[in-house]
């Protein structure tokens, strides 16, 4: 059996299956989530459609700027913002047995997670902030001020 995980939010106390995971029910505030990535290997973002357009959410971006990488299920938009053989390194499952390969993967090699980590890194800080989104919308929207600051 692979070493026990932390699950936080709710609902996920009540999660069957998870007996030997350490499951917290809680919300998590700003503070102790970036405690939460830094003090963790990586990072499992499991789809939740409420919080993003074709999978990818807040949790898809944050843990990348701490230099941890990210494990998620195969979603539209991960190619749209990664490159799953680069900053990703086949860290995107299909199902079960994949998740479980990976994660084996990741206990034996911490040091394959600190290079995505710090490649996914350079990813989001150069083309997936907040700035960046504005612009891209901006131009969307045909507005081009020269004077716009980031």
Known sequence: MADP???FGPGWQHASGLAQHACSGRRVGPAELL???DSHL??????????????LNQRHFAPYVLGRPVVTDSQPDVTRCFEPGREMRMLVYRHVEELNEIYARLQRNPDLACRVGVAGRRRV???Q??????DTIAALAGIKDQHMER
């Open 5 to 7: 995980v932390d699950v």
């Open 35 to 37: 405690d939460i990535y």
């Open 129 to 134: 902030t907040y700035a960046h989104r504005l």
């Open 125 to 127: 800080l150069a083309q």
């Open 42 to 55: 990586g990072v499992l973002n499991i789809r939740h459609e409420v919080n993003g357009l074709n999978g």
